[in-house]
């Protein structure tokens, strides 16, 4: 399966934008889609899992009540919606899909896409 990140942009502190991870050549592998996101300087960190049915979700503390994941298997599309957007949010955004994210691995990646939150 291929991954296609892509929504990111320049937004004002406190704008919003979605973020999208299509899988292209297959669906979604079980059991976990997310986004993580790495700014310069830092290490890559997740901010946010989705499982493959979407019965379950989790965020890192700092986006919680900012951002949603969703998935649409129909459209094998992942969608990060962010909200309330902070400059600290500005990063790369990668999402990936595997049995499992533990320790920040997956098997597949998407190709990153560039959120930029101006104060």
């Known amino acids: 399966v291929q991954l296609q990140a892509s929504g990111g942009g320049l937004v004002q502190a406190g704008g919003s934008l979605r973020l999208s991870c299509a899988a292209s050549?297959?669906?979604?592998?079980?059991?976990?889609v997310g986004w993580f996101r790495q700014a310069p300087g830092k290490e890559r960190e997740l901010v946010a899992v989705i499982s493959w049915d979407g019965s379950s979700t989790y965020y890192k503390d700092s986006v919680k009540g900012r951002f949603t994941i969703s998935i649409d298997n129909a459209r094998n599309t992942v969608l990060l919606q962010m909200n309330s957007l902070k400059p600290e949010d500005t990063a790369v955004y990668y999402c990936?899909?595997?049995?499992?994210?533990?320790?920040?691995?997956?098997?597949?990646w998407g190709q990153g896409t560039q959120v930029t939150v101006s104060s």
């Open positions: 050549g297959g669906t979604f592998v079980r059991y976990f």
């Open positions: 990936a899909n595997s049995a499992s994210l533990a320790g920040g691995k997956s098997d597949y």
